[in-house]
């Protein structure tokens, strides 16, 4: 693994079958698919993996799979979410055990624990294995930001890694960055989680991104990534622009219907079983479906992102 | 198991050895202390019971033991808190090994799910054994409140057996019992979380108490419940006041240096330590520990309420 | 005014007409009916008297009908609720000049304020003129609650005569009253705001009530204070019970169609309107009205409660 | 004015003398440093302006200061900062008669409303006059977001002119953008209320910039858009790293001592004093003032990011 993970790292979806279990061959097309793509790395078990809707022998048949497939090619970074400290670090022996390179995890949640018990959290998941440790700042599901000079401290004594940013706040993103910059942590890799403003994360030294959306459009976050890195800032925006329209696939179900995450994460897998990459558009339970007539916009709104439908 | 649970049913404390493992021998001292004040049930992994920092291994150690100590003397509840339902039906799985009673469980987490949704979670959950439901109202770790018509269809078709409000929302828990008596649930066990308004809720109709200060004080609890089912209100309101003041306990840590669980969970364990019930006032990482002067003010409040620390 | 306000204090709807100015016919008659029943004092401009969406020249002219009207019978309260301390310093002259006895004022809201300076913030206002000074506990408007400690610094150098607990958590409210007690502050008043627990409120040793109910149905309050305070509390508990039933016209309007205080707002108008108390259930932009079928329903509530619409 | 607001229109701190009246010569001092270096039109009694904490006396005499001393050299913006709707319209009386192009007004605050009463919201204060309004975003004091359908809806009919996005999501802003240019509403001005992405906010097409941190250097915000307006984007970028680390000093505060409020505006005013602009740097109550080792550390800021202080 390279010291300082950059590129497009997506967050991978975990398709299932009907009854709910692992799809393990449309987990490989899909793997597969992001590594044609040229993505630098891939995250499974992330929020978008469905991670917390999953029991742990699904996550761990999903760290077997995804690391049978990828097969060293590029690294894979494995979601390790839970409540507290010590449930975390079980997930770490498991990413441990499957190869993974590193691990991805968020400040406790459900308990009220104050900045000092977080800092305790990542040291002691940092202390538990060799694997890198990434901290995943995502406020829409842990309640609250991390803050960023906890973050620097755990960034400059290289308890993490990095940062997987979700809070889709730039302008503390940038702050972030700038402060790492000012403090010589030249390693440290920030990542967006923001599939909407990727170009301009790239542009404030973000490291790379962790797009949900990369899933269904692997290509297109590569051809942004690319674009940037060459200092094609306006082929950079206009995919972004490209891409930011393909997003509304996930305002496509009716929000009075079904809840946000199944509305996200449904319309994901509803594009990949459209583009034929994946067998079914089943989510996890409590989750509810979409629609058929809702799955007939996403179809239009790929074609309208110029990918191509072959449902 | 009664049809109808009621009475007092502490949420266990989870005694912990200073390395962080299961304390049996403490555990089961608490326990057994619980069933000598004459506890109807004991839960087992509620929020008071550290659950959401015990991993898989420690919470099906705990359950062991406290079904062995109990030997079906009364029910045991297992609490099977987790992130979404798949996750919660393997902890269900578990209670029913050990020969739990029933298991009480939040709504989803983390995900950002829709009143349907959490409906169909604790259907789900309910189908997956033969085992009671308790729904547990945790506003404060789940982020927000259960709806009021949402339960009461749970318990119109017996999904759920009861619920645990721990909203300390007295006004709607009133609310909720007028609405299951009015739509003749005689069976419904509605149970308060709340260990400051327990004789109100009594007066209110609730079924009972599960208070997690209860670990510290059983015999008052006990006592609260028998002057109000005996109708001697005064005496009722005696004992809440007096346990009242004990529950200052939870607010001796300084908020500015540990977090709001630790501080009370912590407290409850130094006030457990200070009575000789358990050996060690340890809590889970990554909650910081009570300083030695705060316990020292702990031990004033034991004292203050006519408990007798032996330490 | 009497050193200890206590009793039933209701907040004041503002009747107004279709054309949302202030109804004075309907305020006067409002007005005398809850003088009729005994309450102890009224609360102008509260929450329930659409304080919030009242331009001042309206405020003004509540002030001056509830004055006139009342005409020193009873003390009237006059909320002061705005974003921060000097706009409501603003108000209490206004207070002041219609001879008010005493303003009610939350914290401030829209500013991102500290508890210190929510403490100035009462100092000031305490400071600006010679009227009583209750604070008011409001959570779901101002998006905090107060700290119980800084109620206490302000009760105990009489910056505050009392507290207003419309938060909801009865606990808390009674952690308050037993250290309002503990420190000798038999002077302190502290009225809870929750309508649905009035005798548990006063149980615990409250000093009375302020019930946005208590517009529909003072006599009800009244009766339910006077068993209380006699020592009558079946008839309290009974008495609440009715109230409680009564309260669920607040809950007839579809919260997917209009907001919650529309609703709420909209329902005590629509009843006074039933009941041949004011002449317009109107209510104050951007407020949504009820439907017809809607009040239909409040109708049969009101009958439920042994109430008599004459509408 | 035009047809379509762009630019940097600094929300214009408001200058207090030592005993909190508007000190009307560094008011005057500091909006001619803003026409000087180009900003293209200033909005008074913003939130940045102290509005919340401004009695309407003092309100208004912001608006007489900031027109008179502007004599129609670019238009006036006027914040009309209230609860809810009627309230607001009293404003926007005020902001007509001192000659005021436009309104900026958010959703309604402190009672609970819904989707379609904040249209109506907007809707009502639209009619009561001939100005232009602009929607203001800021869910941190607001409480929530507007719905992007919503303002879409707003844009389309012209019931108001433009957005202030303050929400620090640039992820939604460039969603609207989108959604307002696909609709075909060329004239919708859409600016950001964010200091730290303006760069990226004018790559994504927003209309101009609404600056806090305007007021200490509006040259610096100027070049930063005439930068971005010529596609200088390697200078815009550059500026807005300066400007980004000058921004630092509203974190100075010790956020345990002070509010966040009182942190940021309190170190927008003691750099205008340090700069020679105002001559206090006082803040309105309840808000604490900034220490003066607080106030050394932001004159070595100003100096970090080459601007001169004069004290």
Chains 1, 2, 3, 4 share one sequence.
């Not at 459900?110 to 900045?115: C, S």
């Not at 901290?135 to 004594?157: E, H, I, Q, S």
């Not at 051809?223 to 094609?232: E, F, G, P, V």
Request: charged letters at 20%.
């Amino acid at each position: 693994m390279p010291a300082n993970l950059t590129g497009v790292v997506p967050p991978l979806c975990t398709p299932l079958t009907a009854d709910q279990e692992v799809d393990v061959r449309s987990l490989e097309r899909l793997t597969s698919s992001l590594l044609a793509a040229g993505c630098t790395a891939v995250l499974a078990l992330g929020s978008t993996g469905e991670v917390a809707f999953l029991p742990d022998a699904m996550r761990r048949r999903v760290l077997e799979v995804v690391t049978g497939c990828v097969a060293g090619a590029v690294p894979v970074l494995a979601g390790v979410i839970d409540m507290t400290t010590m449930r975390v670090v079980d997930h770490v022996r498991d990413a441990e055990k499957y190869g993974c390179a590193a691990v991805v995890t968020t400040a406790p949640f459900y308990a009220r624990i104050n900045a000092a018990e977080i800092e305790r959290h990542f040291r002691t998941i940092a202390g538990s294995s060799d694997l890198r440790v990434y901290a995943y700042d995502l406020p829409v599901a842990v309640g609250r930001k991390l803050p960023a000079d906890l973050v620097l401290r755990l960034l400059a004594d290289e308890t993490v890694a990095g940062v997987k940013d979700s809070s889709g706040d730039d302008g503390s993103l940038r702050t972030l960055i700038a402060m790492a910059a000012d403090a010589g942590l030249e390693n440290a890799s920030i990542m967006t989680g923001s599939e909407l403003t990727v170009d301009n994360a790239l542009r404030m030294g973000a490291s790379g991104v962790v797009p949900g959306l990369g899933n269904v459009d692997p290509a297109g976050y590569v051809a942004l990534y690319d674009a940037a890195t060459d200092d094609n800032w306006e082929i950079a925006l206009a995919e972004q622009e490209r891409l930011l329209r393909l997003f509304r696939i996930i305002t496509v179900a009716d929000p009075a219907r079904i809840g946000r995450s199944a509305g996200a994460l449904g319309a994901f897998k509803a594009a990949l079983y459209l583009l034929g990459i994946i067998d079914c558009p089943q989510t996890m339970t409590p989750q509810l479906p979409l629609l058929a007539e809702e799955i007939s916009v996403i179809r239009e709104l790929l074609l309208d992102a110029e990918l191509t439908p072959v449902r």
